[in-house]
Nanobody
Framework: VHVVDSGGGLVRAGDSLTLSCVVS????????MAWFRQAPGKESEFVAA???????GYGDSVKGRFTLSRDSSKNTLYLQMINLKPEDTAVYRC??????????????????WGPGTQVTVSS
């Protein structure tokens, strides 16, 4: 399984941005998928995840602002981010897991990772 994330950039507070995660080697809906982020000097933080059946979960800091979706025809997972804040600045990484009917909020729950895409939100 190969995962490639992209779509980051430099935006202003209040702006929107959508990240993409292209999956190869299996279907995007073939297991759990997640986004994590890591800011400088901080540990990785769970952002959002989706189960094979489409159930989603979000970190408390992004709930109501970030939305997961996926396009099976493109085998791609998306993270739509609105009302971005400076504290959202981080490297965002997509991850694919083996869970079938659940997802993990921990880095250890995923075995395949994208290289990461930088999101910078200026105030």
């Amino acid at each position: 399984v190969h995962v490639v994330d992209s779509g980051g950039g430099l935006v202003r507070a209040g702006d929107s941005l959508t990240l993409s995660c292209v999956v190869s080697g299996r279907a995007v809906s073939g297991g759990a998928m997640a986004w994590f982020r890591q800011a400088p000097g901080k540990e990785s933080e769970f952002v959002a995840a989706i189960t094979r059946r489409g159930g989603t979960g979000y970190g408390d800091s992004v709930k109501g602002r970030f939305t997961l979706s996926r396009d099976s025809s493109k085998n791609t997972l998306y993270l739509q981010m609105i009302n971005l804040k400076p504290e959202d600045t981080a490297v965002y990484r997509c991850a694919a897991g083996d869970q079938l009917n659940t997802y993990s909020r921990y880095v250890s729950g995923y075995g395949n990772w994208g290289p990461g895409t930088q999101v910078t939100v200026s105030s």
